[in-house]
């Protein structure tokens, strides 16, 4: 009967959609004081019945408008709003398909008097900001955050958690302007539900003093805050979860949050051995990436069945639990704060085979692993930012860490010449036990000057870190060949290494034209010191003891980076145009004081001119474009510098080398931005370039007896790489409830790397083509459906005669589905498929993998009960196959195998009045 049901509700839902009438709504708009036309006013229809919206759109810069959609309505409520004009409605009767409402002029707000209409527009533009209306864009009932930012217009969110806004990346995300749980955005997304949210505001990365000061912030990364709503500020809300499933998977997962106006305190606490790092609550599309297959890296290689699953490779059993405190003190101190604990245990075991090709010959290696590692860390953060007046503020942000690893290491190892003679083998077993304490702090204070924007600051950044490490090994090494050589090694490392920094910076700008230009003086100095002590002692068979010092394979070196820079630097801010530039002059000296060998001991000095150019053009609120040019300097690594010989590892031998000069890097970036609200399309494009000039790079001499490694380091120029990108989205709807959305991307790169193939020189071109389609297909509360495809087309070539130029071709497909019928049921799909016809024969070409659950709400979708399924093929496996200028490598490890898992999971809500809780508005900055 149920089933029947079911037929003709869709039969019925069928039949509904069949009489929809489609229609086309046009008109231009004027302000009323001025008659100038009317850009970017929010204009939208919303049913009668129940406020939904059913369709918006933007006016252009000519104030024309245009609504195209479509409804079984006989009649529509017509909005237009705008910043600082009143709100304009009509109610419209939808008789006939094409409707022309002429000229319509908006009113000034403060021209209205009493009458007032409360904007519920899904989009409202104010500069650089928009607004979102959370009624807007539906989502599921038990929806998170992160299912809403998926709704929005130009925001991506992977199936990671890492989330893009028009092509850049969000790299903070705050709660009510202060963070939640550290840095990491996936906590805060995965965690809050979107019923609690007021606005989203997504701004260009800042400092609390570029915020304070009102300067322009990073422009290659966002920042999201999340507004909680006002009624929402007081109460208790939560959920907690906890599962368990064959081959004993498990997890659990709670998190408690305890709002009272300003004061928020959240504790969270969570733990699976199923490879998942975050708190899933359960969602299987939450717990796992996508990945898996074949893929290319890009360099050219490529590999099969690489998954990655919060702990890498093996299995990775986890435990977390944290504490997040934010309140004001008074009328001028805001704190937040937030402690974190974190365990996990990883066990994997691995087998490597590889060929390294050389430019007259090739040998091969063959390895086993197993690895068991047990980590330990507790980290706390605060802020404290005062206020002491509108033109002074002081924040101080400290950061304390303390962590404790074991690991357990074995390897064996051969290496064969090309007749497949055995050359060389190793046994290695080893134990470590590191400690590590970390301290850091940003301390800043800014006085505004004046009201046109002038300012100076103080800033002073500090760095402790404390490491201790002891380590047992015990290893066989034997050379075989006309000098046999065999190496055996019983002994005991303690190390310790201690390095601190400081950094203290003054900024002056100066207004040159009110809030517009400005001028800019800045003074760095920063020292960086690392002491890094490390006592090697070989065991005596005689005291039974570690008792011998074991002077070349200790170090006792005391490192030392001191800069000083000055700056000169100008910006220009306009309504649409913004330009900025800064030029630095950089005095450094590195200095290494071997205090086991004095001979070794380096000082170089270095001067160089670093600079940074920015544009920026806004053609209107909705396209623009950008473009960067950075010089940048990067010295040698004092390792580099040392001629000292390091032979830790008795088949490789690195040696320094103090002639090396610093490189220099230019790069190069720009793109454009546009989201054209009219036809719902977007448009992102960019590309990047980098040119380095003596550029360090290891040069490695392969001994064609024994094939040990000598390894150095020498400056090359002629490395540059260059990439595009480009990304297309259109959404087409259907009608109120369906909407298909098209993406389209491609990215092309090309990367000349200069390197060494046992001391002959040679150069490499790699370039990549990946174009992607993707199309979902959603149906509000019945269904989605989102296939994907990739190709991938890989060429390597070299200018030397040993190497052969290589071609590849990857597919990656996928499909992603979900059901939300019938009411409370909701079944999710997650199907990948990688397939590379370039694997030689013998070797896996394709792989499929495919994860599901099905989840069904009770008592009020207070209570979820999940079934879910990883691997359900059983085909996961941790395969892979690199190639790359010079080696082809095999390897297998540890992989999470296929289990099926029972969970349950409580929601609890006493936000707002009697705990109900209502929608809001979202802003969106650009």
């Known amino acids: 009967m149920k089933k029947l049901f079911l037929v003709f509700a869709f039969l019925f839902s069928l039949l509904t959609f069949s009489q929809e009438k489609s229609f086309e709504i046009t008109g231009l708009l004027k302000a009323q004081d001025s008659n100038n036309p009317i850009e970017s006013a929010t204009v939208f229809l919303q049913r009668i019945k129940d406020s939904t919206v059913v369709s918006y759109t933007i006016s252009d810069k000519d104030g024309k408008f245009k609504i195209e ?10 909005y237009i709003s705008y910043v600082g004009y009143g709100t304009y409605f009509k109610k419209i009767a939808i008789d006939k398909e094409k409707i022309d409402l002429k000229t319509i002029s908006l009113k000034l707000e403060n021209q209205l008097g009493e009458v007032l209409i409360k904007s519920t527009a899904p989009i409202t533009i104010k500069k650089d900001t928009l607004e979102f209306n959370v009624k807007s864009f539906k989502t599921k009932k038990d929806a998170n955050v992160e299912d809403l930012l998926k709704q929005l217009p130009g925001v991506e969110v992977d199936e990671a958690g890492n989330i893009k806004v028009n092509g850049k990346p969000v790299n903070k995300i705050l709660v009510n302007g202060k963070p939640f749980f550290g840095n990491d955005p996936t906590i805060t997304t995965k965690n809050l539900t979107k019923d609690i949210i007021e606005k989203i505001q997504v701004v260009d990365t800042k400092t609390k003093s570029e915020a304070f000061t009102g300067e322009e912030g990073d422009k290659e990364n966002k920042t999201i805050n999340l507004t909680i709503k006002e009624e929402n500020n007081k109460g208790v809300f939560g959920r907690v979860s906890a599962g368990a499933g064959t081959d004993e998977r498990y997890e659990f997962a709670g998190m408690v949050n305890l709002f009272n106006n300003d004061r928020r305190i959240s504790v969270l606490a969570g733990g699976n051995n199923t490879n998942s790092p975050g708190f899933s609550f359960g969602e299987i599309h939450k717990m796992f990436g996508s990945g898996g297959g074949i893929s290319f890296n890009s360099n050219g290689s490529f590999s099969l069945g690489g998954r990655s699953f919060g702990g890498g490779q093996g299995i990775t059993s986890s435990q977390n639990v944290g504490v997040n405190y934010a309140d004001v003190i008074g009328e001028n101190t805001d704190i937040a704060s937030d402690y974190f604990y974190a365990s996990s245990n990883s066990k994997n075991e691995s087998s490597t085979q590889r060929e390294t090709i050389l430019s007259d010959s090739r040998f091969f290696t063959n390895s086993d692993s197993n690895s068991d590692n047990d ?10 930012e005062i206020e002491t007046d509108s033109t002074f503020q002081i924040s101080f942000e400290p950061s304390f860490g303390y962590s404790k690893s074991q690991t357990r290491y074995l390897n064996n190892e051969e290496t064969l010449d090309e007749d497949f003679v055995l050359t060389n083998q190793s046994d290695v077993n ?15 204070a800014t006085k505004r000057v004046g009201n046109k924007g002038s300012y100076f600051k103080f800033e002073l950044e500090t760095d402790i870190n404390d490491q201790e490490s002891e380590d047992f090994l015990n290893s066989n090494t034997e050379v075989f060949g006309s000098n046999p050589e065999t190496i055996d090694r019983n002994q005991f490392t303690e190390g310790d290494n201690f390095s601190y920094g400081v950094s203290a ?28 002590l490390e006592s090697t002692f070989d065991f005596n068979n005689g005291t039974q003891d570690f008792s011998d010092f074991n002077t070349d394979l200790s170090t006792d070196f005391k490192y030392s980076d001191i800069r000083n820079v000055p700056t000169i630097g100008a910006n220009y801010r306009g309504e649409k145009l913004s330009l900025y530039f800064k030029m630095s002059y950089n005095f450094r000296t590195l200095k290494n004081e071997d205090l086991l060998r004095p001979q070794f001991n380096v000082e170089r000095g270095f001067e160089n001119i670093e600079a940074n150019y920015r544009i920026n053009y806004r053609f209107s609120p909705k396209s623009s474009i950008y473009a960067n040019y950075r010089l940048s300097n990067r010295p040698p690594g004092l390792r580099q510098l040392q001629a000292f010989e390091d032979v830790s590892n008795p088949l490789v031998t690195v040696i320094g080398n103090p002639n090396l000069e610093p490189s220099n890097r230019h790069s190069f970036y720009g793109g454009y931005n546009g989201f054209d609200w009219q036809k719902r399309t977007g448009f992102y494009a960019n590309f990047n370039a980098n040119i380095s000039n003596n550029q360090v790079v290891s040069k490695t001499i392969v001994d064609a007896e024994t094939l040990k490694r000598t390894t150095t380091y020498e400056n090359v120029d002629g490395n540059y790489n260059y990439g ?15 909407t298909i959305k098209l993406a389209i991307r491609t990215r092309y790169n090309f990367n000349k790397r200069i390197n060494f193939n046992n001391d002959v020189k040679y150069s490499s071109e790699v370039r990549t083509i990946s174009p992607r389609l993707g199309i979902d297909f959603l149906w509000d509360k019945v269904m989605e459906i989102k296939p994907y ?11 030397i005669e040993s190497f052969e130029d290589r071609e590849f071709t990857s597919h990656n497909a996928g499909l992603r589905t979900a059901t939300f019928l019938p009411k409370n049921l909701e079944w999710r799909n997650d199907i990948n498929f990688n397939y590379n016809p370039n694997v030689a024969d013998g070797f896996q070409k394709s792989a499929w993998f495919w994860n599901s659950s099905l989840a069904y709400s009770i008592f009020k979708e207070k209570v979820i009960l999940t079934v879910k399924v990883y691997d359900l093929l059983n085909q996961n496996t941790n395969a892979r196959r690199i190639a790359t200028q010079d080696y082809i490598e095999d390897s297998q490890s540890t992989v999470l195998r296929q289990y099926f898992m029972l969970s349950l999971s409580y929601k609890f809500n006493s936000l707002g009045n009697k705990g109900n809780t209502s929608d809001g508005d979202i802003i969106f900055f650009d």
């Not at 595009?724 to 369906?738: S, W």
């Open 724 to 738: 595009v990108t480009g990304n297309y989205t259109k959404d087409f709807k259907i009608d109120t409830l369906r």
């Open 430 to 444: 080893s134990f470590v036990e590191s400690y590590a304490k970390t301290f850091s702090n940003v301390f800043s």
């Open 789 to 799: 495809y990739q190709l991938s087309f890989t060429n390597n070539a070299y200018d």
């Open 69 to 78: 959609s479509s409804t079984y309505d006989t009649a529509l409520n017509f």
């Open 375 to 384: 980590t330990y860390n507790h980290s706390m953060n605060l802020e404290f």
């Open 505 to 532: 910076e003054l900024s002056y700008r100066i207004a040159l034209l009110a809030k517009k230009l400005f001028l800019n003086f800045e003074y760095e100095y920063a020292k960086d010191i690392d002491n890094n």
